[in-house]
């Protein structure tokens, strides 16, 4: 029998079990149900939660169980936290038999620290459980099934995380200040002193951090530091609620010399962040096999893993396939993550984005890289985008499609419009990466049902590790 210690760790845990325990002893189910039921757990769900039934005393199916920290073939005790006629939700106690894809976490935190969901799972079998998750959602709310399943890409499943949002408080139970990730559903900060899914020298600067906020006269006045790491130097951008004084501008300057940084401070909205110290470094990231170099600013929006990154945009180029003599057009293209590569094999690249702050950097990243006269940069609501709006736009031979959540409805729309009526251009190849299987798949029933195009293959991108979050790469063609 085994016993998971990591979901005891957390404060907010053990307040949950005792809202449980107590729940259960006034509720009118059998004395039994107080002790902690035993399940056979069958599958995993989308947020990596062990999933089960209940059997009722004439042997029919009985509730739906979601249990935390649970793998599918297990045989555990759990403990219910919220109750519904229907499910219930729940962590496990204990393990009764284990599944041969439990692994032991890498992470000492893990069960108290909200960041990973999957470390107790097989890199392996977080990945295959993520290319279900796509392949369902693509099922059951698109009712398709592409005609070639991916090899999955991944890379590093440690000290791949390039970006992330600190949460800072002062807390005077814990002795000082605490600098990491929220406890699990909880707004709780976890007492972490390192994180293996952040780089080595930034998980080992946590401490440091630590001592250094406590030092400064605004401590509870920053609410959150943002990371950024780039090729050569990592920004540490620090929300400022007061001005900082000069004893903590000498602070800073010391921390960043001792470890490397850049800090930029952010007294307003996103707007106002400016680099503090020094001000000569540069965050930038590489493609290396398209020869691009990637400045950004630590608000930008990047990828968090660069090393899938450069996987990822590889494969979506080979998918797209385009030919010296294509127009490509590139949506929700940010700083030109992909606009740039194109432009080294393409006629002309168009890339459209949402933000005006994004689309004037990705026009600095052209002309910095060489490739201006083979593209152009707008800036459009492509949440709101119409039929009318993508005949404007002319003839284009390939699309590349890289939505935020929320995913391209309204590009998908039109382009089933256009299709409908005969009266405008379509492209015959669409790329399409995904950070949210759902809106993929509702994007993908409408390009195929309405549109005309056929979903040639889809396949799962590990850009999170230890995490639940899918994100996917699919290839779309039309006659």
């Known amino acids: 029998m085994s016993q998971i210690a990591p979901h005891r760790a957390s404060n907010r845990s053990s307040r949950r079990k005792k809202k449980a325990s107590a729940e259960a002893a006034t509720s009118a189910a059998p004395a039994a149900s107080v002790i902690a039921p035993i399940l056979e757990v069958e599958s995993l769900d989308m947020e990596a939660r062990g999933v089960g039934r209940t059997v009722n005393e004439d042997g029919t199916p009985g509730k739906v169980i979601f249990v935390e920290g649970a793998l599918p073939g297990e045989r555990v005790t759990y403990l219910s936290y919220r109750r519904k006629p229907s499910f219930e939700q729940a962590e496990v106690v204990d393990v009764l038999r284990e599944s041969v894809i439990r692994t032991k976490p890498q992470c000492q935190f893990f069960g108290t620290c909200g960041g990973c969901s999957m470390q107790h799972l097989d890199v392996r079998a977080q990945i295959a459980v993520k290319q279900r998750v796509l392949e369902d959602n693509l099922s059951h709310l698109a009712k398709l099934r592409p005609e070639t399943v991916y090899r999955p890409i991944h890379g590093p499943s440690w000290g791949y995380r390039y970006r992330a949002r600190l949460t800072v408080r002062h807390v005077a139970k814990k002795g000082g200040v605490l600098v990491g990730f929220h406890e699990r559903k909880s707004s709780f900060i976890a007492d972490m002193t390192s994180c293996e899914v952040l780089p080595p020298h930034v998980s080992a600067m946590l401490v440091p951090l630590r001592r250094l906020v406590e030092g400064l006269s605004i401590r509870e006045r920053m609410p959150q530091i943002e990371l950024a790491v780039g090729s050569t130097v990592t920004a540490l951008v620090l929300r400022i609620l007061e001005p900082i004084n000069a004893a903590d501008e000498q602070l800073l300057r010391e921390f960043a010399d001792a470890h490397n940084v850049q800090f930029w401070l952010q007294p307003q909205g996103p707007d106002s962040v400016a680099p503090f110290y020094p001000l000569d470094a540069r965050l930038d990231y ?9 400045p950004f600013k630590p608000t930008d929006f990047t990828q968090v893993n660069h090393q899938i990154n450069r996987v990822l945009v590889g494969r979506a180029l080979r998918l797209l396939a385009p030919s010296r003599g294509d127009r490509v057009l590139d949506l929700f293209c940010g700083i030109g993550n992909f606009t740039l590569p194109l432009a080294r094999i393409s006629k002309e690249v168009v890339g459209i984005e949402g933000s005006e702050v994004l689309t004037t950097r990705a026009l600095a990243n052209a002309a910095e890289n060489g490739v201006a006269e083979h593209t152009s940069f707008a800036c ?31 590009v998908s729309k039109a382009l089933a419009e256009i299709a409908q009526s005969g009266d405008g251009p379509l492209p015959k190849r669409i790329v399409y990466v995904s950070c949210n299987p759902s809106t993929l798949a509702r994007d993908a029933g409408l390009l195929v049902h309405e549109a005309g195009y056929r979903l040639k293959g889809a396949g799962v991108v590990n850009m999170f590790p230890h995490t639940s979050h899918v994100e996917s790469i699919a290839l779309f063609e039309r006659d």
């Open 380 to 410: 459009r609501n492509l949440f709101e985008v119409t039929a009318d709006d993508m005949r404007a736009l002319g003839h284009f031979d390939k699309f590349l499609i890289d939505p935020p959540r929320e995913g391209a409805l309204a």
């Open 286 to 294: 590489t493609l290396p096999e398209y020869n691009i170099r990637m």
